[in-house]
């Protein structure tokens, strides 16, 4: 028998039952909640008259609607300005309640982006079976998880049974062999990959990220790949166990403890790819050829080198394809053929599920440090992924150095990487953001977003325009 | 869960690659607690010129007369015709909750997202895969109806018939076909299961004791 894959691992060791059509109840270990997916599935589940299946596996956190300035939070639910965002924030907290559901409320110190939440908690662990109700689940997966998206009708499923009813995907492996030149990041990484097997590429698979590249990543950089994952198409991303995994949980609130910890450990250490494992499509990149990415378009897919230019549609021989570079450029305001580093940019955000950890904190930090936002900047947001962020962030005179060059340092939450909130773009307005979709109205009603690392956005919001961080003093 | 089984309709044409749900249903309608009623907010940016609000009365507001539901011959729509990867990035069910609203109950394309095609059998939607070129074909097939094209979609028997009698066939997994065709509540299903969901959170337990102990 050939070697089982990691995916295949995690899959078998979490199948109910099977059913000849290949799809399977599929047990689950954590399900995480937040305050827009949910309201119609505890619905659900009182008019029904359900319970939850297992309590203990819940835990939910307000993130998507919740304001990030200090002044509106300072009041919690009630200080929400906008009436309909407060209600819905309100109804998880009564739902949560009522159900027995723990909840990080947004008074809570270790409230934020859900995905940033589990896995600083150690309520993401190797081995583990993780959903929730958004597609960017797949960040959980750095972790060895099998980690993805579900719709709000499942989330109504798992808590009532606490399984899934899915399929099994195929296997796919992206290398990226040999180490990564300085000044590219995960972001990057990420980036070129999509731009390379595009949006629809992983659809129907789920990515094991390999080689020197990823291995060489923090946990936090390997939660920025993985966490693109599904704008690559595909539902669930995921990273091998190594002593980076297994350091990064020691001492979570949530992480096993004393005797299980050495039995999680020995487990967990099982959770790599058998070297004779088989997948499906195999993809390799070389980290040398990685340069520090910004996307010019409305799809994560239409990315390009901070060093090359905007493409030009007249050279695309696919219609279709031609057709949707035409209006992206002109959704985007771009002239073909222009230089990348020649997009000016109105505002800046720093933050998402994607890049709002320390790490991204620091290294946008590294970068302002000592220096000014632009003049013609209007705005330049800091918004850290969780309390415990922020926190750790003051702690090491980050906010100083961000307040000092002019940027404005926020309460975590979402914020700009959607635009549920008060954050968001005027329309026609250029924002470099750190988060993970650039598509059309993402970031505000004719918002124009371009996707790149905290250190590139960072660059830009000192220079007004985008530059490559490698030549960055 | 309303069944499908055989539906006749109008088909609307929406000729382009990667519709991602927030261009289905935009993200200010999304802090709705309620399932129903986003209907006149499918494709919002699309559909109006101006920004759309929440528990606005759209009708008030200045349509885009080039897109293609602003058209005439396109009201009462209820089959889709749509590009490649359609229902691409966030996994909002509200996507289809808005699709089914309008009126859509079946959605045709060459490729969809994993995550949307799935939400979109919970809702009593059937979304249909086809060649490109059949895809294709469909949208010539379109074009050329002057009266506007409509289609008989069997799920039962698997293919849709067009009105010169051609025929396409499809393929849907048994288990969710049998759902869909029997508009039965998914949640129940499980739970006549739940002895087998017992033993083997048991076995788990034993195996992975650290993922049940209190914290
Ligand atoms: S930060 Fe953005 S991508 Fe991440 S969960 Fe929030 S809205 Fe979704």
């Given at each position: 028998?050939?070697?089982r894959?990691?995916y295949?691992?995690l899959?078998?060791?979490?199948?109910?039952?099977?059913r000849?059509?290949g799809s399977a109840?599929?047990?689950?270990?954590?399900?995480?909640?937040h305050?827009?997916?949910?309201p119609?599935?505890?619905?659900g589940l009182r008019l029904?008259?359900r319970?939850?299946?297992r309590l203990?596996?819940?835990l939910a956190?307000?993130d998507?609607?919740v304001?990030?300035t200090?002044?509106?939070?300072?009041?919690?639910?009630d200080?929400?300005?906008?009436?309909?965002?407060?209600i819905?924030v309100?109804?998880?907290?009564?739902?949560c309640?009522?159900?027995g559901?723990?909840e990080?409320a947004?008074?809570?110190?270790?409230?934020?982006i859900?995905h940033v939440?589990?896995?600083?908690q150690?309520?993401?662990l190797?081995g583990?079976t993780?959903v929730c109700g958004?597609?960017?689940?797949?960040t959980?997966?750095?972790?060895?998880?099998?980690a993805?998206?579900i719709?709000?009708?499942?989330v109504?499923?798992?808590l009532?049974?606490q399984?899934?009813?899915?399929?099994k995907m195929?296997?796919m492996?992206?290398?990226?062999e040999g180490?990564?030149?300085?000044g590219v990041t995960?972001?990057d990484?990420v980036l070129?990959?999509?731009?390379q097997?595009?949006?629809a590429?992983?659809?129907g698979y789920?990515?094991e990220?390999?080689?020197e590249g990823?291995?060489?990543?923090?946990?936090?950089?390997r939660m920025?790949?993985c966490n693109?994952?599904?704008?690559a198409?595909a539902?669930?991303g995921?990273?091998?166990?190594d002593?980076?995994?297994i350091d990064?949980?020691?001492g979570?609130?949530f992480?096993p403890?004393?005797e299980?910890?050495q039995q999680a450990v020995?487990?967990w250490?099982?959770?790599?790819?058998?070297?004779d494992a088989?997948?499906?499509?195999?993809?390799?990149?070389?980290?040398a050829?990685?340069?520090?990415?910004?996307?010019?378009g409305?799809?994560p897919?239409?990315?390009a080198?901070?060093t090359?230019?905007v493409p030009?549609p007249?050279q695309e021989?696919d219609?279709?394809?031609?057709e949707g570079?035409?209006?992206a450029?002109?959704?985007?305001g771009?002239?073909?053929?222009m230089?990348?580093s020649?997009?000016k940019l109105d505002r800046?955000?720093?933050?998402?599920?994607t890049n709002?950890?320390i790490?991204?904190?620091?290294?946008a930090?590294?970068?302002?440090k000592?220096k000014?936002?632009?003049?013609?900047i209007?705005?330049?947001?800091v918004?850290?992924?969780s309390?415990?962020?922020k926190?750790?962030?003051?702690?090491?005179?980050?906010h100083q150095?961000f307040?000092?060059a002019g940027?404005e340092?926020r309460?975590p939450?979402?914020?700009?990487?959607?635009a549920?909130?008060?954050?968001?773009?005027?329309?026609?307005?250029?924002?470099?953001s750190t988060?993970?979709?650039n598509f059309?109205g993402?970031?505000?009603f004719?918002?124009?977003t371009h996707l790149?690392s905290?250190a590139m956005a960072?660059?830009?919001?000192?220079?007004?325009?985008?530059?490559d961080?490698?030549?960055?003093? | 869960?309303?069944?499908?089984?055989?539906?006749?309709?109008?088909?609307?044409?929406?000729e382009?690659?990667?519709v991602?749900?927030?261009?289905?249903?935009?993200k200010?309608f999304?802090?709705s607690i309620k399932?129903?009623?986003f209907?006149p907010n499918l494709?919002?940016?699309?559909?109006?010129?101006?920004?759309g609000?929440?528990?606005?009365?759209?009708?008030?507001?200045?349509?885009?007369?080039d897109?293609?539901?602003n058209q005439?011959?396109?009201?009462?729509?209820s089959i889709l015709?749509a590009g490649?990867?359609?229902?691409?990035g966030?996994s909002?069910e509200?996507a289809?909750?808005?699709l089914?609203d309008?009126?859509?109950?079946c959605?045709?394309a060459?490729?969809?997202?994993?995550?949307f095609?799935?939400n979109?059998?919970k809702?009593g939607?059937l979304?249909i895969?086809l060649?490109?070129?059949?895809?294709e074909a469909?949208?010539?097939?379109?074009?050329?109806?002057?009266?506007?094209l409509k289609l008989?979609v069997?799920?039962q028997q698997?293919?849709i018939t067009?009105?010169d009698?051609?025929q396409f066939?499809?393929n849907?997994?048994?288990?969710?076909?049998?759902c869909l065709?029997q508009?039965?509540?998914?949640?129940g299903?499980?739970?006549?299961?739940?002895?087998?969901?017992k033993a083997?959170?048991?076995?788990?337990?034993?195996?992975?004791?650290w993922?049940?102990a209190?914290h």
């Open positions: 028998m050939a070697g894959t990691l295949d691992k899959w078998d060791s979490h199948v109910v039952s099977a000849d059509d109840l599929l047990y689950i270990d954590r399900h995480l909640l305050e827009v997916t949910s119609q599935a505890f619905e029904a008259q319970k939850p299946w203990d596996t819940n956190t307000p998507h609607n304001p990030t200090t002044k509106e939070r300072a009041h919690g639910i200080g929400i300005a906008d009436p309909i965002s407060q819905q309100k109804t998880l907290d009564d739902n309640q009522y159900f559901i723990n990080f947004m008074k809570d110190q270790r409230q934020g859900v939440v589990g896995p600083e150690g309520a993401t190797p583990m993780v958004d597609s960017h689940t797949s959980h997966g750095a972790f060895a998880a099998l993805h998206g719709g709000t009708s499942e109504e499923h798992v009532a049974t399984c899934l009813v899915t399929k195929k296997n492996l992206v290398r990226v180490a990564l030149p300085h995960a972001k990484v070129a990959i999509i731009g097997i595009g949006t590429g992983g659809t789920a990515i990220f390999a080689g990823i291995r060489s990543l923090s946990m936090e950089g920025t790949v693109m994952a599904i704008e198409g539902r669930a995921m990273i091998a166990v002593e980076t995994t990064y949980l020691q979570r609130p992480a403890q004393g299980h910890w020995t487990y250490r099982t959770l790599v790819s058998d070297p088989e997948f499906d499509e195999v993809i390799t990149l070389q980290s050829d990685i340069q520090p990415q910004v996307t010019w409305t799809s897919e239409m990315v080198p901070v090359s230019q030009d007249k021989a219609p279709t394809r031609r570079i035409s209006r450029l002109h959704y985007m771009l002239t073909p053929g230089a990348i020649d997009i800046v955000f720093i933050g998402s599920c709002a950890r790490e991204d904190l620091r290294a930090a590294a970068v302002v000592g000014h936002v632009a003049a013609t209007k705005q330049a947001l918004v850290p992924g309390g415990l962020v926190a750790q962030a003051e702690q090491e005179g980050l150095i307040i000092s940027m340092w309460e939450g979402c914020s700009m990487c959607l549920m909130n008060a954050d968001k773009l005027g329309a026609g307005e250029h924002c470099a988060s993970n979709r059309e993402r970031q505000g004719g918002g124009r790149v905290p960072a660059a830009a919001a000192i220079a007004g325009h985008f530059v961080i490698r030549q960055w003093q | 869960m309303q069944a499908f089984t055989i539906l006749t309709g109008l088909v609307a044409p929406l382009r690659d990667n991602d749900t927030d261009m289905i249903i935009p200010q999304l802090k399932r129903s009623g209907g494709f919002d940016e699309l559909r109006y010129l101006d920004e609000q929440p528990d606005q009365d759209c009708s008030q507001r200045p349509l885009n007369p897109f293609i539901l005439p011959c396109y009201q009462g729509a015709l490649r990867n359609f229902g691409c966030s909002r509200h289809p909750w808005a089914l309008y009126g859509f109950r959605i045709i060459p490729s969809f997202a994993d995550i095609y799935n979109c059998f809702n939607i979304p895969t060649s490109e070129t059949e895809v469909l949208f010539h097939a379109e074009n050329a109806a002057n009266e506007g008989t069997d799920l698997q293919v067009l009105p009698g051609q066939s499809f849907i997994d048994e288990f969710r076909r049998n065709l508009g039965l509540d998914e949640i299903l499980t739970l006549q299961q739940a002895d087998e969901i083997f959170e048991a076995r788990h337990q034993q195996q992975f004791p993922l049940f209190a």
